[in-house]
């Protein structure tokens, strides 16, 4: 299922808990903040991650007081707030901010943790010519099982170079999983597969992946950056699990490029 919204200023929910959820058992949302606004979360039940897209802002929480910043998207890494249930959060722009929302059900209970961009866990996928570089992308992650047991969810962000492809070769993983998508240009656009279709994607689209085989393209010319969120199942938590399309799974080979074919000179 993909959903795509004309955001408004404050919280723009796109899937809730016990709602419409789409079989995911997140939260998701995106908090847009004009200078000054203050926005305050208190969950009950849930634990809840704040991912800074753009804009600055002070997070204020258990008694003491942090500010993020991040210019550009895409040429500046990310601040996240992780922090678990029952914990009062004070967000107040300090300019023009949008921030992505994540929440779960968890009751277990975590120190709070801000996560600066020297925390983030950063993977250069892609990167060594493989297919030609059609799936380069740099992957970004918040935290996930092996960094935070404690936590039901998974939180990170890729960044797609205009015109490659990325979540490829096509794979799956039982997890249910979320992609919420940003353009350099608020006219960019890709493409998502997922549980058997395929979606055009766009700025402030939100695609939700239940079990199936999966993959993304950006449109040539609009960097494009998502991020991903996995809800760990009972029992059967996400380690990085990723099981590909055995159809696909040539491309792996390191001769997969061999049968290219080899431009003529033109005439």
Same mark, same amino acid.
């Given at each position: 299922m ?5 955001v ?10 016990g709602?419409?959820?789409?079989a995911t058992?997140?939260?998701?949302g ?7 606004? &203050? ?10 991650a ?7 802002v ?8 942090? &500010? ?16 678990c249930?029952?914990t ?15 929440k ?12 600066a ?17 059609c799936?380069?992308? &740099? ?8 960094s ?22 096509p794979?799956h ?6 992609y ?9 656009f890709g ?5 058997? &279709? ?10 939700v ?7 993304q ?16 199942l ?7 699990t ?26």
């Amino acid at each position: 299922m993909y959903m795509q919204k004309e955001v408004t200023r404050g919280y723009n929910a796109y899937l809730t808990m016990g709602e419409n959820d789409c079989a995911t058992n997140m939260d998701i949302g995106l908090l847009v903040m004009f200078p000054g606004d &203050e926005y305050t979360f208190k969950e009950a039940e849930k634990e809840l991650a704040l991912d800074l897209l753009i804009g600055k802002v002070s997070f204020t929480y258990n008694g003491e007081s942090h &500010e993020a910043v991040r210019e550009n998207t895409f040429r500046n890494a990310a601040y996240c707030l992780h922090v678990c249930k029952g914990t009062h959060v004070t967000v107040k722009a300090l300019e023009h901010a949008e921030i992505y929302v994540q929440k779960t059900d968890n009751e277990r209970e975590f120190a709070a943790k801000l996560y600066a961009p020297s925390d983030i866990m950063v993977q250069h996928a892609g990167a060594n010519g493989e297919l030609l570089g059609c799936m380069q992308r &740099e992957i970004q992650t918040f935290f996930d099982y092996e960094s935070a047991p404690y936590s039901n969810m998974v939180l990170g962000e890729v960044l797609s170079y205009p015109g490659k492809w990325s979540s490829y070769p096509p794979h799956h993983h039982p997890q249910p999983e979320v992609y919420f998508y940003r353009f350099d240009y608020p006219q960019g656009f890709g493409a998502g597969f997922a549980d058997g &279709e395929v979606y055009q994607t766009g700025h402030n689209g939100c695609l939700v992946i239940n079990h199936s085989f999966h993959s993304q393209a950006a449109a040539p010319g609009y960097a494009m950056c998502y991020m991903w969120g996995i809800r760990h199942l009972p029992g059967n938590p996400w380690r990085k699990t990723r099981i590909d399309d055995p159809e696909h799974s040539w491309l792996w080979k390191s001769d997969a490029n061999e049968h290219i074919f080899k431009p003529q000179e033109a005439k």
